[in-house]
Structures are given as structure tokens and as C-alpha cells.
């Protein structure tokens, strides 16, 4: 069973910054390292979006414009982490946070294949 689990989120004012982190307990590095690595987060009332992802070689990145230029995401196989990190944070930056993983490269929710159960950020202006 894969479990995966975020970390890291918070209330901040807007500007501040924030990195979260994503573990996965289940996997160990040599199977963790095959998966794509995405970030995804959800508003209040709204849909699930994309936000970023990493490719297997933690080099290949991809980023929604919302957050082009101010987020950066990174892993770490060794440890089966991903990282998220988040600068110059706005209100609608305020949702709750979701890693997941797939083995397909895709912005697309249904084609990640294991999520964790996400955690919250909330920017005050």
C-alpha cells in the first residue's frame, strides 16, 4: 500500500513562504525514483488543480502559470520525498495540498495513481 504524506503547510501573511513535503512510506528508493512526482491543490468550492511536477531524473520540471516563477519543486529519491517550495505566497495561493505520483508525464489528476491525504495553506492579506 503506498502511502504518501505532505507536510509543511501552514497559515502565513501573504509574501511569506512556505515548503512543503511530501513522503512516501511505502516505496523504497529504487521504486520511488520511477514515479513522476506531481503537487496539486484544491480551493475551497473549486476544482483540484494542477501546480507542478518532476520528472524521474529530478531535473525535469513543469510548472501551472499561476505559480510559474514562484514555486520550485525538487525531490529527493534517496529519502522519497518531494518538496515544494513556495515564495511570495498570495491569498489564492490558499488550499490544500496534494502530492501524488504517477508513471505517466501528465498535468492530468486522474493519471496520478496514489495520493496523500494533502495539507493546508492558508495566505492572509
Known amino acids: 500500500q503506498v502511502q504518501l504524506t505532505e507536510s509543511g503547510g501552514e497559515s502565513v501573511q501573504a509574501g511569506g513562504s512556505l515548503t512543503l513535503s511530501c513522503t512516501d512510506s511505502?516505496?523504497?528508493?529504487?521504486?520511488?525514483?520511477?514515479?513522476?512526482m506531481g503537487w496539486f491543490r484544491q480551493a475551497p468550492m473549486k476544482e483540484r488543480e494542477f501546480v507542478a511536477r518532476?520528472?524521474?531524473?529530478?531535473?525535469?520540471?513543469y510548472y501551472a502559470d499561476s505559480v510559474k516563477g514562484r514555486f520550485i519543486i525538487s525531490r529527493d529519491n534517496a529519502k522519497t520525498a518531494v518538496y515544494l517550495q513556495m515564495n511570495n505566497l498570495k491569498p489564492d495561493d490558499t488550499a490544500i495540498y496534494y502530492c501524488?505520483?504517477?508513471?505517466?508525464?501528465?498535468?492530468?489528476?486522474?493519471?496520478?495513481?496514489?495520493w496523500g491525504p494533502g495539507t493546508q495553506v492558508t495566505v492572509s492579506s
Open positions: 511505502e516505496h523504497p528508493e529504487h521504486s520511488f525514483s520511477t514515479f513522476d
Open positions: 501524488a505520483k504517477s508513471n505517466v508525464w501528465t498535468n492530468r489528476a486522474s493519471d496520478y495513481l496514489y
Open positions: 518532476i520528472g524521474t531524473d529530478a531535473e525535469t520540471t
